[in-house]
């Protein structure tokens, strides 16, 4: 059994060498966003924690939702806006939401500030996830690893 890990600040865990597992043209589009992966610093297999930053204009994914695996924000700091189901929600620090899976209402956070935001991530790990993404020609396969297959809605690979 191996020894666990000593506590740490959060913003110490370093950033993955890639920023988005997500393929060309749609990688770009998350460009200002910095996610800490706590949860895989930690070795967690059940759920997934992310500390993410967003700079001014910057978005957290594609609009999206989940089939099988539930998600949970927790805003920390600045006033990023929730765009759930096409409406939009100012937030601010201490404010939370939480995603069911299977309801089919995308959701983002975008930051139409000035200044950084940042907030917790946390997500179950249920093998077979799909995500969905409504307004773009991508689809999520999460395999039993953990990664992610993206492909086109029509299921032809990037």
Request: net charge negative.
């Amino acid at each position: 059994m191996s020894q666990p890990l000593a506590p740490l600040s959060a913003p110490e865990v370093p950033l993955p060498t890639r920023c988005t597992s997500y393929p060309p043209p749609f990688d770009r589009l998350v460009a200002g966003r910095y996610k800490r992966k706590l949860g895989d610093h930690f070795s967690l297999k059940n759920f997934g924690v992310n500390l993410t930053t967003l700079e001014p204009g910057a978005v957290s994914a594609l609009a999206h939702h989940h089939t099988l695996q539930d998600e949970f924000i927790y805003v920390l700091e600045g006033h990023p806006t929730l765009i759930l189901g096409g409406q939009e929600h100012r937030l601010e620090p201490g404010d939370c939401c939480g995603f069911p899976a299977g309801r089919g209402i995308a959701a983002q956070l975008v930051n139409h500030s000035e200044h950084p935001a940042s907030f917790l991530e946390i997500g179950d790990r249920t093998a077979g996830d799909e995500a969905v993404y409504p307004h773009d020609d991508l689809k999520a396969i999460q395999s039993s690893d953990g990664g992610w297959r993206f492909t086109h809605k029509d299921g032809r690979p990037y």
